[in-house]
């Protein structure tokens, strides 16, 4: 079993940072993929950004790209979210997302991912 623990979430003024973090801990998680969600009041989960086994290759949605870098630190299993430039439209439950398969790549589908956390609350307020 993996756990997956997301912390970091708060209230934030429009223009203003805030930095998600993410620890996964359980079984063998040498070379996971991992990568972030969010949801907002009314929608669908959506993908964020991702990162694949050793922080290589990262992917972003078009509307944080710029703004939002995800990183990792493989000896704490932990990945990162560092969000600038916060919008009102970034408001949402943000989620982490651990794949146990290896892969080169990263992925951006909800599907490829096998455990999830239980999600932290960013509001953006201006």
């Known amino acids: 079993q993996v756990q997956v623990v997301e912390s970091g979430g708060g209230s934030v003024q429009a223009g203003g940072s805030r930095r998600l973090s993410c620890a996964a801990s359980g079984r063998s998680l040498n070379v996971p993929g991992m990568g972030w969600f969010r949801q907002a009041p009314g929608k669908e989960r959506e993908f964020v950004a991702c990162?694949?086994?050793?922080?290589?290759?990262?992917s972003y949605a078009d509307p944080v790209k710029g703004r939002f870098t995800i990183s990792r630190d493989n000896a704490k299993n932990t990945v990162y979210l560092q969000m600038n430039s916060l919008q009102f439209e970034d408001t949402a439950v943000y989620y982490c997302a651990v794949r146990l398969m290896y892969g080169s790549v990263c992925y951006r589908a909800i599907g490829e991912y096998d455990y999830w956390g239980q999600g932290t609350q960013v509001t953006v307020f201006s």
């Open positions: 990162t694949n086994w050793n922080g290589g290759m990262t």
